[in-house]
């Protein structure tokens, strides 16, 4: 549906947009970070951007609001909006423009709210900044988008203070913010990414149902070709700041026609066979019960899974089921009150202050954030070798040949010891993790989240790497995860956990075979699939079991 003038209503011509980067040792340079890309968006309509981590899907999205983040600056290139050149607007148009007719959702709900301030506060502060309507009607019409978001007690629910609500709750609550000033355009930041899937799915529910409601348009941005696939009309590819195909979503879904899309489509079709169970277990967790100082209850309720060398076992739930909570206990952060953990053949100690080194070397850790698990002012090639010189005593060219073979293991090798954590990828920090858990050459590797913060592609590779590993070292994994995609892909055994509780375990093609508990088919059934009107489905599903209860 287009504009009075017969225009669309985001009109985006040979946009290039750049910024100055300041090398370590060298002089700065500036880099061209899109290079010129064109696209429109009618009113009513989603279109979909989607690619891997620096392919410039969010500085797109930015740009459609006037707006560089952190030096970068639009060099080239138009953006119309409702049929005017915002580039051209000047400081009054664009505070105008931000907020009134362009809103935007960002990833971390959590850090675009002020704590200090209760939700209604927030939500109706562009409306009354603009002047769009009163007081009274502003707050009647977020309480309007509460109940249409699903959103508990709407009517009281904008009295809370952000740290008050759930993460899917604090989305919502963005999601409302940004519409309640009937804005004719919002722009959606990965909105879902940071989220378990069952809370994926109910806000990517209201966000379709919102749109379709509202009538607004907008962009979507995602490294989710799944998830975009639910809500877009159209689909954007992007990489390298450059367009690869654009088209339909059903298009983009059943005949991509470029290369590179047609491997986004493909990459969460992968399964790793099942291996067969091992005679002895490397770790075994026996009717483990823990609790934090701080808080009364258990947080883990007689949990008991073993690991066989060589295996993966896959940890699944939504946040706050206990995953981490049970690698903390494995490792001796969070000291269990009943249960034993045995591992290697002995009893652990525990509390982290009882093990041995041997018990420290033994089990190694890689984090979900490789950005904030790597000292930024220690190079790739000191970050590896802290391991050697702490547990073997490696030093000078001993040690630099050793960290050379493990770079050369991880497919980085020549060049990249020399590097700070700055100069790397996303892909590359989360290798360079790897390779320093190798170097204590581990027995067990505990995997929280690894690939979550990963691009679907990069996060391929990345799987693809640590089953390489696998086969050649007959090490173990506990893979730590709210994806079940990377399940399939990695897993030999799969333990749901529910509340603390292990609520199903055993092999992955036990798990993952029906009959299923009611937690199991929540979690499998809110898996997006890579297909058109999935999201519909499990709508109407939903609907019809919640009248029938």
């Given at each position: 549906?287009l504009d009075?003038?017969g225009k669309p209503?985001l009109?985006?011509?040979?946009?290039k947009i750049g910024?100055?980067?300041?090398p370590?040792?060298?002089?700065p340079?500036?880099?061209?970070?899109?290079?010129g890309?064109?696209?429109t968006v009618?009113?009513?309509k989603v279109?979909g951007?989607?690619?891997?981590?620096g392919?410039?899907k969010s500085t797109?999205?930015l740009?459609?609001?006037?707006y560089g983040?952190g030096?970068?600056?639009?060099?080239?290139g138009e953006v119309?909006?409702?049929?005017?050149?915002?580039?051209?607007?000047?400081?009054?148009g664009?505070r105008a423009l931000r907020?009134?007719?362009?809103?935007?959702?960002?990833?971390?709900a959590?850090?675009?709210?002020?704590p200090?301030?209760?939700l209604?506060?927030q939500?109706?502060?562009?409306c009354?900044?603009?002047?769009?309507?009163?007081?009274?009607?502003?707050?009647?019409r977020?309480?309007?988008l509460?109940r249409?978001?699903g959103l508990?007690?709407?009517?009281?629910?904008?009295d809370?203070y952000?740290?008050?609500?759930?993460g899917g709750?604090?989305?919502r609550?963005?999601t409302?913010?940004?519409?309640?000033?009937?804005?004719?355009?919002?722009?959606?930041?990965?909105?879902?990414t940071?989220l378990d899937?069952t809370?994926q799915i109910?806000v990517l529910m209201?966000?379709?149902?919102?749109?379709?409601?509202?009538?607004?348009a907008?962009?979507y941005?995602?490294?989710?070709l799944?998830?975009v696939?639910?809500?877009?009309?159209?689909?954007m590819?992007?990489?390298?700041?450059?367009?690869?195909?654009?088209?339909t979503?059903?298009?983009i879904?059943n005949?991509?026609?470029e290369p590179?899309?047609?491997?986004l489509?493909?990459v969460?079709?992968h399964?790793?066979?099942?291996k067969?169970?091992a005679a002895e277990?490397v770790?075994?967790?026996?009717?483990?019960?823990?609790r934090?100082r701080?808080?009364?209850?258990?947080v883990?309720?007689?949990?008991?899974v073993e690991?066989?060398p060589?295996?993966?076992l896959?940890?699944v739930g939504?946040s706050?089921?206990?995953?981490?909570?049970?690698?903390?206990?494995?490792?001796?952060?969070l000291?269990?009150?009943?249960?034993?953990?045995?591992?290697?053949?002995?009893?652990?100690?525990n509390?982290?202050?009882?093990?041995?080194k041997?018990?420290l070397?033994?089990m190694?850790?890689?984090?979900q954030?490789a950005?904030?698990a790597?000292?930024p002012?220690?190079?790739?090639?000191?970050?590896?070798?802290?391991?050697?010189?702490?547990?073997?005593?490696l030093?000078?060219a001993e040690r630099?040949?050793?960290v050379?073979?493990?770079?050369?293991?991880?497919?980085?090798g020549?060049?990249?010891?020399?590097r700070?954590?700055?100069?790397?990828?996303?892909?590359?920090?989360?290798?360079?993790?790897?390779?320093?858990?190798?170097?204590?050459k581990?027995?067990?590797?505990?995997c929280?989240?690894?690939?979550?913060?990963l691009?679907?592609?990069?996060?391929?590779?990345?799987?693809?790497?640590?089953?390489d590993?696998?086969?050649q070292?007959n090490?173990?994994?506990?893979?730590?995860?709210?994806?079940?995609?990377?399940?399939?892909?990695?897993a030999?055994?799969?333990?749901v956990?529910y509340?603390?509780?292990v609520?199903?375990?055993g092999?992955k093609?036990d798990v993952?075979a029906?009959?299923?508990?009611?937690?199991?088919?929540?979690?499998?059934?809110?898996?997006?699939?890579?297909r058109?009107?999935w999201?519909?489905?499990?709508i109407?599903?939903?609907?019809?079991?919640?009248?029938?209860n």
């Amino acid at each position: 549906m287009l504009d009075i003038a017969g225009k669309p209503l985001l009109d985006i011509r040979n946009l290039k947009i750049g910024a100055t980067v300041y090398p370590p040792g060298e002089r700065p340079r500036d880099v061209t970070l899109v290079h010129g890309v064109s696209l429109t968006v009618e009113k009513g309509k989603v279109l979909g951007l989607i690619g891997e981590s620096g392919a410039g899907k969010s500085t797109i999205g930015l740009a459609s609001m006037a707006y560089g983040r952190g030096g970068v600056r639009i060099t080239g290139g138009e953006v119309f909006v409702n049929g005017r050149d915002i580039l051209k607007g000047g400081t009054a148009g664009l505070r105008a423009l931000r907020g009134r007719e362009v809103t935007y959702v960002s990833q971390s709900a959590a850090a675009s709210f002020n704590p200090a301030k209760r939700l209604m506060e927030q939500v109706i502060e562009s409306c009354l900044t603009h002047g769009v309507m009163p007081k009274a009607e502003a707050e009647k019409r977020a309480v309007t988008l509460f109940r249409k978001l699903g959103l508990p007690n709407p009517e009281t629910f904008g009295d809370r203070y952000p740290h008050q609500v759930s993460g899917g709750q604090l989305q919502r609550a963005m999601t409302a913010m940004a519409l309640c000033p009937k804005p004719d355009l919002v722009v959606f930041d990965e909105p879902t990414t940071a989220l378990d899937v069952t809370t994926q799915i109910d806000v990517l529910m209201a966000i379709k149902e919102a749109i379709r409601d509202t009538g607004v348009a907008a962009l979507y941005i995602t490294h989710d070709l799944a998830v975009v696939a639910q809500v877009s009309d159209d689909i954007m590819v992007l990489r390298n700041g450059k367009t690869v195909e654009w088209g339909t979503t059903d298009q983009i879904i059943n005949a991509p026609r470029e290369p590179y899309t047609q491997a986004l489509v493909s990459v969460r079709s992968h399964e790793h066979p099942e291996k067969p169970p091992a005679a002895e277990p490397v770790l075994t967790v026996e009717a483990v019960t823990a609790r934090y100082r701080s808080v009364p209850i258990d947080v883990l309720k007689n949990v008991s899974v073993e690991i066989a060398p060589g295996r993966t076992l896959a940890v699944v739930g939504e946040s706050g089921s206990g995953k981490s909570t049970l690698a903390r206990a494995i490792t001796g952060l969070l000291p269990p009150t009943r249960g034993r953990i045995r591992f290697a053949g002995r009893q652990l100690s525990n509390d982290l202050a009882g093990r041995t080194k041997d018990d420290l070397r033994e089990m190694q850790m890689i984090y979900q954030m490789a950005d904030v698990a790597m000292n930024p002012r220690q190079t790739v090639g000191t970050i590896i070798g802290r391991p050697l010189e702490f547990y073997f005593g490696l030093r000078g060219a001993e040690r630099d040949k050793r960290v050379q073979e493990l770079l050369d293991q991880i497919e980085m090798g020549k060049g990249f010891a020399d590097r700070y954590p700055a100069e790397l990828s996303g892909g590359q920090k989360q290798r360079v993790c790897i390779a320093r858990s190798l170097a204590a050459k581990p027995k067990l590797i505990i995997c929280d989240e690894v690939t979550s913060a990963l691009d679907p592609l990069v996060a391929e590779g990345i799987l693809k790497l640590l089953l390489d590993l696998q086969a050649q070292e007959n090490v173990a994994y506990l893979f730590i995860t709210h994806d079940l995609a990377t399940v399939r892909a990695i897993a030999d055994s799969i333990a749901v956990m529910y509340k603390g509780e292990v609520v199903r375990y055993g092999p992955k093609s036990d798990v993952l075979a029906p009959p299923f508990d009611n937690y199991t088919d929540l979690l499998l059934s809110s898996v997006p699939e890579m297909r058109l009107g999935w999201l519909e489905e499990v709508i109407a599903h939903r609907k019809m079991e919640s009248a029938g209860n």
